[in-house]
Structures are given as C-alpha cells and as structure tokens.
C-alpha cells in the first residue's frame, strides 16, 4: 500500500510541476512577452518542493552497497543533461543540469559542495567559482618563471596549483597578464560522476536506490596531456529543490516535460560503474584491471548484475 502511494505521489508531482514550464500560456499569447506567464490559478497550483523521501531506518535495511557511476554526456540518451549549452536562441526556460547548478550555486540555492565524494571538506562560495575556471599560463609567464629558475607546481588532480600561482603574482614573480582563467562552459562538460546507494528495505520488501551525490566533470585545460578533473561535488538532497524547477525536454510530447529531480531519481540515464565500495580503499575498476576497457565494462556488468540480482535471490531462496 505504501509503494502505491508513493507512485501515486510522484505521478501527481510530475502533473503538478508541469504547469510552471516556461511555454505555459503558449496558445493563449498576444504578445511573445505572454508566454511563460502563468495565472493565480497555475501559480497557487505549481508546487517547486520535490517529492520527499521519506525516513528509512537503519534496521529496515537489510542490505545494501553504494557504488560511483559515469554519465558520458555524448550518449544520446544522456543528451539532455548536456543540451541545450547555447541558451541565447532559446524562447524557452531550458537550460543544462551545469547551467541550472551554477546559476543555483551563484544565488545560493545550493550550498551543500564538497571538494570530494568523501563529503568531507567544504568548499566555500568562493572556492566553487575559482573550480568554475580554468587556469592557464601564457607562453610568456612560462618563459617569466624559467628566467627566474620557478617550477611550477601541480596540485593532486594533475592541473597548476591555483594557490601557488596567486601566491607568485602577489609577490612579483610572476604578470599578472600571463595568468589566463577561461571560465568553464556547459559546452565543457564531458560527464557527470555520481554516488549513490542501492538497499534493500525489508520493511517494503523491495530493491531501492537513493542518489548521494553529483559532481560535473571538464578536462584539465593546463594539464599536459589534459585529464578529467571533477569540478566540485554537490550532495544531492540540498540540490532537489533547485532541480526540481527546472525542467528537461521531452523529445516524445514538449507540452510534457520532466525535471532533472525526476530524470535523476528515477535513473533515466545510461550509466558506467567505475567504482563500488570495497576493502580495498573503494579502489576503482581500472585500477585492478588496467589498460583493458573491454574487461572493465564486463566488471561494471558484474558489479551491476550482483546488485540486481540480490532482490531476485532473495526471494528464490
């Protein structure tokens, strides 16, 4: 009974939140400046809270693992967390999964960030915008820091130290017109890593997942050669309200379009498992099974097929 409630929940939701799509009034428009406008009536209606959660206790899980994914933007399935990166030509409210979390980071909707998956070290307002650019040094502060025998300093990821080359401009050593800082675009982002719990609640009897965590991925535009570099990681139930008013096109009906909480929560996506929880630090696959993609997938399928198959097991036994 519970279950069905809960679908029945999610389903008006979705009903619910479609009324606030910026081509609401679209057929009823005198003016271009109309569309989008919503009456008392459709704002009265149109709830922005996602769908709660609700409490799980610990001892209504009786199993559980908690595993890391990629969502390669360039499937087309996960298209429409990349598009549209081009928001000028757009009549309509659409933005990108990265577009809505900036814009949502700027006005401090979403303050929960983190510099890892562990959630462990905060990142302040400020700190998240220096992620948001790249940082590049010319040619000719290169030659600056030859001449006077500085080597430039890496951080863990593998790009320039931020900290050490502000530090190098704030003494001199280095012009602050060599210092390059291109911000980073939707048209960057390669894919989304996210971290997310898979249980079994034996309260409901049934096979749950709950999303933890997100974090965009761009290359390292000063890495030589340029590696992926997680920008920042963003826990994921402060980020739901935010996600929820903006909405996702649906390439099947546009008058129904659906929210990036429900793409989300709901695993529309195609993912790759990179990463489960292990005795071994949480290594990732590819640390164990190296220069190999074709094994790594199988791994992933493994890894994948244990989850999916505990419920099934369960119930065989």
Do not use: C
């Amino acid at each position: 009974m519970n279950s069905k409630v809960t679908i029945l929940l999610f389903v008006l939701s979705l009903l619910i939140s479609e009324i606030g799509f910026a081509q609401a009034n679209l057929l009823n428009a005198r003016v271009p400046q109309d569309v989008g406008q919503l009456n008392e009536k459709q704002k009265n209606a149109n709830d922005e809270d996602p769908l709660p959660y609700g409490y799980v206790d610990d001892r209504d899980i009786l199993w559980s693992k908690t595993i890391w994914e990629r969502i390669d933007v360039d499937e087309r399935v996960n298209f429409p967390y990349y598009y549209p990166i081009d928001t000028l030509k757009l009549s309509s409210g659409r933005r990108s999964l990265f577009h809505t979390f900036v814009a949502n980071l700027k006005s401090r909707n979403i303050i929960e960030v983190y510099e890892d998956d562990a959630f462990k070290v905060k990142l302040t307002y400020k700190e998240v915008l220096n992620n948001l650019k790249a940082l590049k040094i010319t040619p000719g502060g290169v030659d600056q820091l030859n001449e006077q025998l500085i080597e430039i300093k890496l951080n863990d990821a593998g790009g320039i130290d931020r900290n050490y080359i502000y530090s190098l401009r704030d003494q001199g050593l280095l012009n602050e017109d060599f210092i390059e800082e291109p911000e980073i675009t939707a048209e960057e982002i390669v894919e989304y890593r996210i971290k997310g719990t898979w249980y079994f609640n034996k309260r409901l009897g049934e096979l749950k997942y709950r999303l933890l965590g997100i974090a965009p991925v761009a290359y390292e535009l000063a890495g030589d050669p340029p590696e992926l570099m997680e920008l920042f990681w963003i826990w994921f139930p402060d980020a739901r309200k935010s996600l929820n008013t903006s909405k996702v096109f649906n390439e099947g009906n546009s008058s129904k379009p659906i929210t990036f909480d429900a793409m989300l929560n709901s695993r529309r996506f195609s993912g790759f498992i990179y990463k489960e929880e292990n005795v071994y630090e949480d290594r990732e696959i590819e640390k164990y099974i190296q220069k190999d993609a074709l094994r790594q997938l199988l791994e992933s399928e493994r890894i994948k097929n244990v989850i999916l198959d505990y419920e099934l097991d369960l119930w065989n036994n």
